[in-house]
């Protein structure tokens, strides 16, 4: 019996052209994903864990295949107004000022939320995690590259991108689809700033009033980036113009995302990623679920209980699972039966993992029908896989196999029925297509891996704390260590980052 598996090549839906694409990265094997992260201000939604275990599948997959994958994804600590009309105010200062807390003692923490929030979910942390305030002059930089080639224009200190001018060379949305002509009537929430030319326009330097509390000095005034900057000089840095894939919800393709193309072209002439790939949202009674709608559940409520929606205190895997049962370009609408419906899937298929663990496979009374089925399954979940990334589809055969595995079962420990060869194929296979490509762990794994990243929190509170006080031996001491364990980290003014090397 034929037991290799040819995978067929990956295949994934890109926004900017709208139709399925061969992957082919530029500069294989290295593959750089870049996905935006969050707006830490509060506690992380179920939203955001969409889009965090999204694209974690993905970049689990593209290393099971054999790619070097380098994953970035940015943490939003300043220049994000309460509005996309560029007014308002910075939603960290605000949730500081309510709370009466420096904006970065808010920061830190919804960071810190925010990561462990995902290491419960088994999101494997990014390669690199880069603040948007610590790359403040990288930011000024990139204002003055616009502004030099002509597509911005400075006002009473803010700096605005000139879109009309813009859309005179080259293409405007070419990632939405939306024309210019129709912002000068529909699009209210870009309008608010009296100061701009242009409905269209958006902020990328804005002149801070007396009482903004995160501000830095600048050519043109003291103020802080827009919103949109950060990622444009992020992205660039960390994987270079142009990348391979950038990833984020549906709801960033306008403005934020067709925001960073225009910043790009209008640098350096060129787009800034070869394939734009958005996962849908998760809506409750069909609206969408955010902070701002004020519809939301956190993760840790789910993890809890702790909302009324909620029957129970649900795993973290079966959110996970809850999320892979839904293919990402369709909308999740959400249910406690359905996160209950996703437990119990998750039991079962956890429970015929131990099972398939206990067998041993010695042949002599093969079933080659079964076998067959099993060679099958498995062809089937690197098809579906490799095909857009549809793990609902993908999973599905992952049941079939699960049902195949209860069945062995009942033969007892030595199996005769499967072929040594066809049994160690669905071993390997099933235990890496479950735990290591969609990251679904038995319980006594996920508490683990929960409590390894949580030690990493505390060395580095640790360390942090011995630096306060000069302890530069100590701190040393721990950054060396965790090195050696391939764990780098940098010292900035406003924290430590780190990254799995």
């Not at 509390?213 to 270079?240: D, Q, R």
Request: net charge neutral.
């Amino acid at each position: 019996m034929k037991t290799k598996i040819e995978i067929p090549a990956v295949k994934l839906y890109n926004t900017r052209t709208r139709k399925k694409e061969e992957f082919i990265p530029i500069n294989p094997p290295y593959v750089g994903i870049y996905v935006c992260g969050p707006t830490v201000y509060s506690d992380p939604h179920l939203g955001h864990a969409r889009a965090a275990v999204v694209f974690d599948v993905l970049r689990r997959y593209l290393n099971h295949l054999g790619y070097k994958v380098r994953f970035v994804s940015n943490i939003t600590d300043v220049g994000h107004l309460e509005g996309d009309s560029d007014e308002g105010e910075d939603k960290i200062q605000k949730r500081a000022r309510l709370e009466q807390l420096e904006p970065m003692e808010i920061a830190q923490h919804y960071t810190r939320v925010y990561n462990m929030s995902m290491a419960k979910l088994n999101v494997i942390p990014p390669n690199i995690q880069p603040h948007a305030t610590c790359h403040i002059p990288e930011q000024i930089e990139l204002v003055e590259k616009i502004l030099e080639r002509g597509f911005a224009y400075v006002v009473n200190g803010s700096v605005y991108f000139d879109v009309p001018k813009y859309a005179k060379k080259y293409q405007y949305g070419v990632l939405s689809g939306r024309r210019l002509e129709e912002l000068e009537n529909v699009s209210r929430e870009l309008r608010g700033v009296e100061e701009k030319r242009h409905p269209a326009d958006f902020a990328l330097w804005k002149k801070a009033p007396p009482t903004h509390i995160m501000k830095w000095k600048s050519p043109w005034s003291v103020g802080f980036p827009g919103w949109h900057l950060e990622c444009t000089v992020m992205n660039a840095k960390y994987l270079g113009i142009p990348f391979d894939i950038h990833g984020g919800g549906m709801d960033l393709i306008f403005p934020h995302h067709e925001c960073e193309i225009m910043q790009s072209v209008a640098a350096w002439d060129t787009e800034p990623v070869k394939y734009w790939v958005h996962n849908n949202l998760i809506t409750i009674d069909g609206q969408k679920m955010s902070k701002s709608l004020g519809n939301f559940i956190t993760i840790e409520q789910v993890f809890t209980g702790s909302h009324d929606r909620l029957s129970k205190a649900y795993h973290p895997m079966a959110v996970r699972l809850l999320i892979l049962q839904t293919h990402y370009r369709s909308v999740i609408d959400f249910s406690d039966s359905g996160l209950a419906g996703a437990e119990r899937a998750y039991k079962r298929l956890v429970q015929a993992l131990k099972k398939l663990n206990n067998l041993e496979f010695v042949g002599g009374n093969e079933d080659t029908s079964m076998q067959a089925q099993i060679v099958e399954y498995i062809r089937k979940f690197y098809e579906f896989m490799s095909d857009d990334l549809n793990t609902a589809r993908a999973v599905a055969q992952l049941f079939e196999l699960a049902g195949i595995i209860n069945k062995l079962s009942g033969e007892g420990k030595f199996v005769k029925t499967i072929s040594k060869e066809v049994g160690d194929m669905l071993k390997n296979h099933y235990s890496k297509a479950l735990t290591d490509i969609l990251g679904i762990v038995p319980e006594e794994e996920h508490v683990d891996s929960t409590r390894l990243y949580g030690v990493l929190q505390i060395l580095i509170s640790i360390r942090q704390e011995a630096r306060a006080r000069k302890d530069f031996e100590l701190a040393d001491r721990i950054r060396d260590q965790l090195k050696e364990l391939g764990i780098i980290l940098r010292d900035t003014p406003q924290g430590t980052e780190w990254e799995i090397e």
